[in-house]
């Protein structure tokens, strides 16, 4: 039986998510710069949304973007990211979600390395679980 991750109510979402989790994706708020635990790591492995489970980017694409969240130059090959129009508190962004789920994972901008597509995916890393590679399922973390 697969979960329809878009139809899960919000008291669903509540207890499958930590709080912090549930206040980053489900109401779309952003983690604190420089707090994030995937900020600084540039270890070989994949990042999967941390609702759904959904392979979202890899290390290939992560780069020190000094910005003090995750930053990757582009999503994984054939991840499902859904990019949207946000004018919330009065500024014109992108906002990127989770294709299967929906759930709020942070901006797009322009301003990403030049000479790698420049864009500049800026992530949350509550909104991600990372899987370092050949490591196996890093298990069922809370
Ligand atoms: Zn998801």
Same mark, same amino acid.
């Given at each position: 039986?697969?979960?329809?991750?878009?139809?899960?109510?919000?008291?669903?979402?509540?207890?499958?998510?930590?709080?912090?989790?549930?206040?980053?994706?489900?109401?779309?708020?952003?983690?604190?710069?420089?707090?994030?635990?995937?900020?600084?790591?540039?270890?070989?492995? %994949?990042? @999967? /949304?941390?609702? *759904? $489970?959904?392979? &979202?980017?890899?290390?290939?694409?992560?780069?020190?973007?000094?910005? +003090?969240?995750?930053?990757?130059?582009?999503?994984?090959?054939?991840?499902?990211?859904?990019?949207?129009?946000?004018?919330?508190?009065?500024?014109?962004?992108? %906002?990127? @979600? /989770?294709?299967? *789920? $929906?759930?709020? &994972?942070?901006?797009?901008?322009?301003?990403?390395?030049?000479?790698? +597509?420049?864009?500049?995916?800026?992530?949350?890393?509550?909104?991600?679980?990372?899987?370092?590679?050949?490591?196996?399922?890093?298990?069922?973390?809370?």
């Amino acid at each position: 039986m697969t979960i329809d991750f878009k139809n899960l109510s919000a008291a669903e979402w509540r207890e499958k998510l930590s709080p912090e989790r549930f206040h980053i994706l489900r109401e779309k708020g952003t983690e604190r710069a420089f707090t994030g635990q995937y900020d600084k790591n540039y270890a070989a492995g %994949e990042y @999967t /949304c941390a609702g *759904c $489970g959904e392979k &979202l980017f890899t290390n290939d694409e992560k780069y020190n973007s000094g910005c +003090g969240w995750p930053a990757f130059v582009a999503p994984a090959e054939g991840a499902a990211v859904d990019e949207h129009r946000d004018t919330s508190f009065g500024m014109v962004r992108t %906002e990127v @979600t /989770c294709g299967n *789920c $929906g759930g709020h &994972l942070g901006h797009v901008f322009p301003d990403g390395p030049r000479d790698r +597509g420049g864009m500049r995916y800026c992530i949350n890393s509550a909104s991600l679980d990372f899987t370092p590679e050949g490591g196996g399922a890093a298990g069922a973390s809370e």
